[in-house]
C-alpha cells in the first residue's frame, strides 16, 4: 500500500477514535479492550488475504464515508445494546488498527 493510502487511513482513524473519545463513555474493561485488538487484528488478517479487491473498494470515497459512518452508527447501536464497554472495545481496535499501518510502513522502508 502506498505511504500517502496509509497516511489517510491513518487520519480517518485518528478522526474515527477522536470522534469517540469525544462522544463516548469509556469505561475501563479488560474484556473490551481483548475483543478490540483481537477483532481488528482478525478483520485485517481476512482482508489481508483478499487485498486486490480489498484496496480497489477502499479507492473508492464513497466505501470510506459509508465504513466511517456505518462504523459509528453500528457501535453505538451495538452500545445501547450490550453497554458502554463497545466504546472501549472500538477504540482499542482503532488503536490498534494503528499499530497494524505502523508496523506495515516500517515493515515496507527495510
Excluded at 12 to 21: K, N
Excluded at 32 to 41: E, F, M, N, P
Excluded at 64 to 87: H, Q, S, Y
Excluded at 88 to 110: D, H, K, M, S
Amino acid at each position: 500500500m502506498p505511504e500517502t493510502n496509509r497516511r489517510r487511513d491513518a487520519a480517518l482513524t485518528v478522526g474515527f477514535c477522536t470522534l469517540v473519545v469525544a462522544v463516548a463513555p469509556l469505561p475501563p474493561s479488560p474484556a473490551a479492550v481483548l475483543v478490540g485488538a483481537s477483532a481488528t487484528l482478525l478483520v485485517e488478517w481476512l482482508l489481508s488475504r483478499r487485498k486486490t479487491a480489498v484496496r480497489r473498494a477502499w479507492r473508492r470515497r464513497w466505501v470510506r464515508v459509508t465504513t466511517f459512518v456505518g462504523g459509528l452508527l453500528a457501535a453505538a447501536l451495538l452500545a445501547a445494546a450490550v453497554g458502554p464497554a463497545v466504546w472501549t472495545a472500538v477504540l482499542v481496535g482503532g488503536i490498534t488498527y494503528l499499530f497494524v499501518l505502523a508496523a506495515a510502513t516500517l515493515r515496507e522502508r527495510r
